[in-house]
Every structure is written in C-alpha cells, then in structure tokens.
C-alpha cells in the first residue's frame, strides 16, 4: 500500500511497470452499516439463534459475529411505519429485537395504503380529448400530486434516499377492518422472500414506538444456513409449513396423494438455490463486454447422469440444452411452476430393463429457486397414486401419442427450439428475454420506419413517448427498449416507497408518481435499459425543483397503456403488422406470429 499525499488516505494499489495490482474486492467489505457499534453487535450476537450457532461449523475467516458485522444492519422504526409491503420483491430478512410488529392478514391492505395507486380506465370521451389536451411540454406533471403532504390520505412520508420510508395514517380503524398478527423479540419474517426473491406475502408494520429490528442482508442469511443448521432448520420449517403444500399441490401428478403420502413428500422435499442473485448487473456487464456465455451458468443437471430426482422451478429461470458438436444447442427454457426430469423418472419406472440417464443439462440463467423431490420418493410415493393416462402424458409428448394413434398433428408438441430456429432460441437466451410477460417484437421486414407505435405511445401518455425503437436483434426480429413487465421484475427490488409495483388489472409493473422519489434504483436494476430518469415541469413547462433548487426527477417507462382501452396504444397503431406484445414463455404463439 502507498500513501496518498493528496488526501492523506492510503491507496488500494500498488503500479507495477506493466500492471496496476490491487487488491481484490471482496463481498463483505460493502457492509450494511459501515458503523455498526461493537456494543450492539455483542448484543446481537448474545440472542437467540445466533449464540446458539456452533462457531467449530464455520470458517475461521468467517464467523457468525463477521457475518453480522458486514451483511446485518440494525434499524429502528416508528409506530406505523411501514417494514415491508405485500407484493414488493425485497433482498433482506428481519428479525425483532424489541417491540412488536403486526402483520396484515389476506386479504391485506388496499393499494394506496401501501404507497401505490391503481391506474384508473380512461372512457371514450377521455381518450378522446388527449388528442386537443394533452400538454405541449416533455414530462409535465401536476405539482399538487407530488407534494409529500398528498402523496395518499392514510400515508405520510419519512426520510429520503435509500431510507425512505412510509407511515400507515389511522392505524386503530386498520385494525379494526383487517385481520393481523403480531410478532414479536426473537421472531423473524421476511426471509422466504429474501431467498427465494419473490414478492413479499404479507404488510408488516412497527406496533409501537421505537421497534427495534435486525435486517439481514440474504448474502448474510444464506451463510448463516449455510455452515450451521440452527436457522436453516428454522427457515426449512416456516417454509415446509407455510408455501412448500401449495407449491406441490399446483402440479397435476401431485394432486392423487393422500393427505399422509403428500406429508410423506413433503418431508423428502429439498430446496435449492443456483445463480446469481444480483443477475442483473453481471448481466449488464457482461453484455457491453460481449462475454455472455453459457459455460459461465450454474449446471443444475448434467446431460448423461442418473435421473436422481424431479426438479421444480419455484423461481427464476433454467436453460434446457442438448449436447451438439462441441457445445450446447438451446432446446427451450424453464420457469416458475415448470419441471424437468419427470419423463426420464416415469419411463425408468416402467421400462426397468431399459433405464435412461438424463436427456438434457439444466443450467440456471440468473438466479433461480428450486424443489427437489428425490426419485426414491416418486417411484414409491407418487408414481403409483398418477392414472395412466398422466403417466403416458408425462412419458411422451403429445407429437408421439397423436403418432402412436395413427393421427397426424399439425400443432405437435415439439421442443421449442425446432419451432423458431436454434440460432433465435440462443439470441433470445442470451439476451434474457425470456424473462418478458409483455415484450415488444418487431419484425424488421415489415417494419417501415414510419414510427406511428412511437407518436401513438406519446399520445396516450401527455406528448412524452415511452419506449425506444431500437434494441438488440438477430435477422428481421428485434426487441425493442419498452419495459417487458417480467415474470421476475429486478427493477422492484429496493424500491424504498413502494412507488414501482404490479398493478391489479393484468399484473404489469407500474410506477406511482406521486410516490417516486427519484433513487434510480429501478433504473439501475432493469437489465433491459427500459426505465429512464427524467426531470419534470409544471404545466407551463417550468421545472419543478426542491428547497436546495434542485430538479425533481421521476422514473419512467412503458405502463402497457394499462389505463386505455383496447391495449397497448404502440401494437395497435402499426399499420403492417409489425409490432406486437408477447409473452416469451409462450413460445408456441411467438412461433406462430415467426411464421404467420
């Protein structure tokens, strides 16, 4: 190390003749709280689990109090202020130190309790007068909505920045119309989410004043299970109790177990997590380094081994690929509530004498949250309760069925890589798009340039269009830069208020203006380049600026015209035909719309 004359620090580096050597980052050094007190850290490291956990189990380099120390953070929060929401994507767990939480029960709370605010349907004459209404600067908003005091009547805001939080108003009337529970010292909750990056389940606000709480950063929590199992043990239970039944119960061959089988099942489930739970911003990385590469992806199956077990994705995405050549050629991908390795299961089941290894690799595409259900525990448990009929089903495609009968099947269910092209299949891989609900293809041979999509997007947002026509493209297909409402939406982790958020209609991902408070962590956190940061004005085009004179600046992106009729104003307004929404893990209708 040198010291820095200029600033008196000591510099990171050491200049070589040919090279700049430093040293390399490491995880914990970014702690939650560069200030943690050693007082407090001795206090938490004193209560139940954490001195419970055997110190022998970890390493040396890394102990329970290390772990607290660099991914724990302590927080304090005032009565009715908001821990987490339902339906937020969160990277972190809590656990109560003193006071009480309470946790709103489903139904839950209404959305603007929670920080958002559902779009509202514009009728004909509406949509009508955006044509003469519609202002005549970019980015006009109305400054009484973006004023702290109206943000919604029940809540009031706190803090800025990444501490940003909110307040529930009139707590004693929640209360009293919805149904919660408490939990109090030594409880933890948020953690299932954390690790398995879903939406939070459940509203979970302080119960009193000055509730103390201990946030774990999902890196910290994953290592604590991972060298001791005291909160392993404990998380496995909540999540075996609370989601892992419904889980199992959503797959059809399943569904034929007794009540004392399924118990049976569930205890011999396990869980699994693979990738890179920050994907995104490797993703972003790699991408302008042009060094994407299946062979960096975590293999969950291995092409050629015994099928030990069935696999369910409970989140994310896998790659499913077949060996060709040298390499690996795409056959179709997996997500949430699809599986794999139930075929090769069910035939080495019935065919004993002719037993086969598993067809494919599964490698995991970002991050991805698994089940495990052994193939002891199917061929004893499961297999015997499924009807035939479902286990042909699940043996052979129905391409091979219709064969077998003597039909032809001009739909045959074939892999999807045989129905849009292996070299398409790897562009849309690599490229992450399999991840849209609503993604915005253009077919370039049609596509004139005439940009209607893009003046019709305007339209049906004030003049200020939402989308880029330009994107990453193999042939005549590209994807253009709109937001693709994702099955797994990374822009919603972090969001500090709330403000970005699925809506109710159809479940694209909105953003509350009045609630936005300019932190571009959404923008940060999108892969795709779809949300932009845009400084507002008033409605005669001044800008809006904050006591210090600063600007005010509101994220923004495609909202799917969730507010007009008829849908997205973009699809309908190409006069060829060129443009349209898809939903990419539907492959079959992209084929179909390839080949129209």
């Known amino acids: 190390m040198t010291p820095d004359t200029q600033t008196g620090q000591t510099e990171r580096f050491v200049r070589t003749r040919t090279h700049l050597v430093i040293d390399r980052p490491e ?99 509406q949509l009508l007068a955006q044509l003469w209404r519609n202002p005549r600067f970019p980015e006009v908003r109305d400054a009484g909505e973006l004023a702290a005091s109206s943000v919604v009547s029940n809540l009031k805001g706190r803090r800025t920045g990444a501490d940003a939080g ?151 995405f896998a790659r499913l690929s077949q060996r060709f050549g040298h390499g690996h050629c795409t056959l179709n991908y997996l997500g949430a509530g699809q599986h794999y390795g139930l075929r090769e299961i069910t035939h080495n089941w019935l065919e004993r004498e002719r037993s086969v290894n598993f ?89 004139t340039r005439c940009d209607d999509c893009v003046r019709a997007c305007a339209a049906a947002h004030e003049n200020n269009p939402r989308f880029l026509r330009h994107g990453p493209s193999h042939g005549n297909v590209m994807v253009a830069q709109a937001c693709m409402h994702c099955a797994d939406p990374v822009c919603m982790i972090g969001c500090p208020t709330g403000a970005i958020h699925r809506s109710s209609f159809e479940g694209e991902v909105v953003i509350n203006q009045s609630t936005c408070i300019g932190c571009q962590a959404c923008a940060n956190n999108c892969p795709y380049e779809a949300i932009r940061m845009v400084e507002v004005r008033d409605k005669k085009g001044a800008f809006i600026v904050d006591q210090d004179m600063k600007p005010i600046v509101k994220a923004t992106k495609c909202d799917l015209c969730v507010d007009q009729m008829g849908g997205p104003a973009c699809e309908r307004a190409c006069p060829h035909g060129a443009l349209k929404r898809l939903n990419m893990n539907n492959l079959d209708f992209f084929a179909r719309w390839l080949h129209r």
């Not at 398995?196 to 929590?221: C, H, K, N, Y």
């Open 27 to 125: 995880r914990l050094e970014a702690a939650a709280d560069p200030d943690f007190p050693e007082e407090d850290l001795d206090r938490i490291s004193q209560r139940s689990p954490f001195r419970d956990m055997e110190l022998t189990n970890f390493p040396r380099s890394l102990p329970p109090r290390e772990i607290l120390r660099k991914d724990a953070r302590l927080r304090k929060y005032a009565k009715g202020e908001i821990v987490v929401r339902a339906g937020d994507y969160g990277t972190s767990a809590f656990h109560v130190v003193s006071g009480k939480v309470r946790v709103v029960l489903p139904p839950g709370l209404p959305p603007a309790a929670l920080g958002r605010r559902e779009p509202e349907r514009k009728d004909f004459f």
């Open 166 to 316: 909110v307040f529930l108003q009139d707590i004693p009337r929640i209360l009293d119309e919805h149904k919660s529970a408490t939990l109090g010292p030594g409880d933890f909750f948020g953690e299932i989410a954390a690790l398995s990056r879903m939406p939070r389940t459940a509203t979970v606000f302080a119960d009193g004043e000055d509730v103390e709480l201990l946030e774990i950063r999902w890196q910290g929590l994953r290592d604590l299970m991972k060298y001791d199992d005291t909160l392993r043990k404990h998380i496995d239970g909540i999540y075996r109790t609370h989601a892992l039944s419904s889980h199992l119960q959503a797959i059809p061959i399943f569904r034929h177990l007794t009540e004392e089988q399924f118990k049976l099942v569930l205890k011999e489930t396990q869980f699994g997590t693979y990738g890179n739970y920050d994907w995104s911003g490797d993703y972003k990385r790699l991408a302008r380094a042009g060094a994407l590469n299946p062979e960096r992806e975590e293999i969950v199956v291995q092409e050629g081994d015994y099928p030990n077990g069935i696999i369910l994705i409970r989140s994310g």
């Open 359 to 447: 067809q494919h690799s599964l490698r995991v595409v970002g991050y991805t949250h698994t089940l495990f259900v052994p193939t002891a525990v199917m061929e004893e448990i499961v297999l015997p309760s499924v009807p035939v009929e479902e286990l042909m089903a699940a043996l052979f495609s129905k391409a091979e069925l219709d064969k077998s009968r003597g039909l032809d099947s001009p739909n045959a269910d074939l892999d999807a890589g045989s129905k849009i092209g292996s070299e398409l299949m790897e562009f849309l891989t690599e490229n992450r798009l399999f991840n849209g609900t609503a993604t915005m293809v253009i077919d370039l041979d049609r596509c």
